[in-house]
């Protein structure tokens, strides 16, 4: 099952905002609260969807042409984005989500967990980062991975083997996130890296847990070619 990658093997520094003193977390909540109310302006107030049963998908069978280039593109309430699939990398990986998104898997789903700096996530039907669509892939991202700006990949839990991937994926807001090369190279935002970074303002950075201020769904999600 997937979990929030701070809670797992994600090695954030977000995961020891609970320890700091309850002046620095109430600094942090203010300077927080300020950057998420700027953040909101670009958003359009939606409601939360209803959680969906996970599991039950069959895994998409064959793969992406390596010639072409892939991008898919999300539409959300608080704008648009788009990333290039890495079939390169990640070649079974990237065909399960083209393959999900094709069916209309992600249309409806949020992002349930944000961590300012760090990385928004989503891709859970059930909407708490323990859902998934019923398999897995499994492509070991590169010794020399790194999770910069714009990275997107795909979380797993700590007990899973490094590339695991479900449907539950993560873009990272920060300039590095410094995490180990564990998680399946999904793709690289190619437009709408400030989108990204709105909905990355729209957490609180005293939370571990990455509880958004803000419904964020992906209204649609689609890949071309």
Do not use: W
């Not at 190279?185 to 190619?190: A, I, P, R, S």
């Amino acid at each position: 099952m997937l979990v929030p990658l701070a809670a797992t093997g994600c090695g954030s520094s977000s995961s020891n905002a609970g320890t700091s003193s309850s002046s620095a977390a109430a600094t942090a909540s203010t300077a927080g609260a300020a950057s998420s109310k700027a953040a909101q302006q670009g958003c359009t107030t939606v409601q939360a969807p209803a959680p969906r049963k996970s599991g039950g998908e069959k895994k998409p069978r064959g793969k992406l042409d390596a010639s072409k280039t892939y991008t898919v593109t999300i539409e959300t309430n608080c704008g648009t984005f788009a990333f290039k699939l890495d079939v390169k990398d990640s070649p079974d990986t990237t065909a399960a989500f083209a393959g999900l998104v094709k069916r209309g898997f992600f249309n409806g789903l949020t992002f349930h967990r944000i961590v300012p700096g760090f990385v928004i996530q989503g891709g859970d039907p059930a909407g708490t980062g323990a859902g998934g669509p019923g398999f897995s892939t499994v492509d070991p991202p590169p010794k020399n991975a790194d999770y910069t700006l714009g990275t997107v990949a795909m979380a797993k839990t700590q007990t899973e083997p490094a590339g695991a991937a479900g449907s539950q994926f993560f873009v990272v807001t920060g300039q590095d996130a410094q995490l180990p090369p564990q998680y399946a190279l999904l793709g690289k935002v190619t437009n709408g890296l400030d989108v990204v970074q709105r909905i990355g303002r729209l957490g609180n950075p005293a939370d571990p847990n990455g509880t958004p201020t803000r419904v964020i769904v992906m209204k649609k999600v689609s890949v071309s070619p």
